[in-house]
């Protein structure tokens, strides 16, 4: 059988470009979390400049109560801020991913079948059992793949929720927290 150099340059091809995609795309995301981290570090920085010249300025205890709950609440904030905005990053970076995996794995399904209708036509009778086995694993375990994508995606929407809540919780009882007379301790 002759070997058709044009079907390996076209995948070599594909592949490269495949790679390439997903290279510029890890790369996108470390490049936006590299961003994110510069831009906390400035936000830090300058609460940070800001807490300390508050707490500077205290006189006396209730003072200090007070700048304390003032300093945390920006803490907290640019902490939920931050974590949001990370876990935004990394999911669009891995939806991302996801369709550049799922196009290739199409590509691949669909030369896989193609190449075993080709060696359909060419099989010796009776080798059809062995075939159709073969393209009911490959049904398989195109149904588990996608049963698996199905369930991450599950699981990353109940951390995302998960998350949410939390961050939602945190702000209220930072809220809360602050929302207090000068002076008084909530009840326990």
Same mark, same amino acid.
């Given at each position: 059988?002759?070997?058709?150099?044009?079907?390996?340059?076209?995948?070599?091809?594909?592949?490269?470009?495949?790679?390439?995609?997903? +290279?510029?795309? @890890?790369?996108?995301?470390?490049?936006?979390? @590299? +961003?994110?981290?510069?831009?906390?570090?400035?936000?830090?920085?300058?609460?940070?400049?800001?807490?300390? !010249?508050?707490?500077?300025?205290?006189?006396?205890?209730?003072?200090? $109560?007070?700048?304390?709950?003032?300093?945390?609440? *920006?803490?907290?904030?640019?902490?939920?801020?931050?974590?949001?905005?990370?876990?935004?990053?990394?999911?669009?970076?891995?939806?991302?991913?996801?369709?550049?995996?799922? +196009?290739?794995?199409?590509?691949?399904?669909?030369?896989?079948?193609?190449?075993?209708?080709?060696?359909?036509?060419?099989? *010796?009778? =009776?080798?059809? *059992?062995?075939?159709?086995?073969? !393209?009911?694993?490959?049904?398989?375990?195109?149904?588990?793949?996608? @049963?698996?994508?199905? $369930?991450?995606?599950? /699981? =990353?929407?109940?951390?995302?929720?998960?998350?949410?809540?939390?961050?939602?919780?945190?702000?209220? $009882?930072?809220?809360? /927290?602050?929302?207090? *007379?000068?002076?008084? !301790?909530?009840? @326990?």
């Amino acid at each position: 059988m002759p070997v058709n150099t044009e079907k390996f340059a076209d995948a070599a091809k594909s592949n490269l470009d495949s790679v390439l995609t997903i +290279a510029g795309t @890890a790369f996108s995301c470390v490049e936006r979390l @590299a +961003a994110l981290n510069l831009n906390t570090s400035r936000n830090v920085l300058a609460s940070a400049v800001d807490s300390s !010249k508050a707490l500077l300025g205290v006189k006396n205890v209730e003072e200090l $109560a007070a700048v304390q709950i003032d300093v945390a609440r *920006p803490a907290l904030e640019n902490v939920i801020s931050y974590s949001r905005a990370a876990y935004a990053i990394c999911v669009e970076t891995a939806e991302e991913l996801n369709k550049i995996v799922d +196009a290739q794995l199409n590509v691949l399904k669909a030369e896989t079948v193609a190449a075993i209708d080709v060696a359909l036509k060419s099989a *010796p009778a =009776g080798s059809e *059992p062995a075939v159709a086995m073969f !393209k009911s694993t490959l049904a398989a375990t195109d149904s588990a793949y996608g @049963a698996f994508a199905k $369930a991450a995606k599950q /699981v =990353g929407e109940m951390a995302e929720s998960s998350l949410t809540v939390a961050t939602d919780n945190a702000v209220k $009882a930072l809220t809360n /927290v602050t929302a207090l *007379p000068k002076g008084k !301790k909530k009840a @326990a």
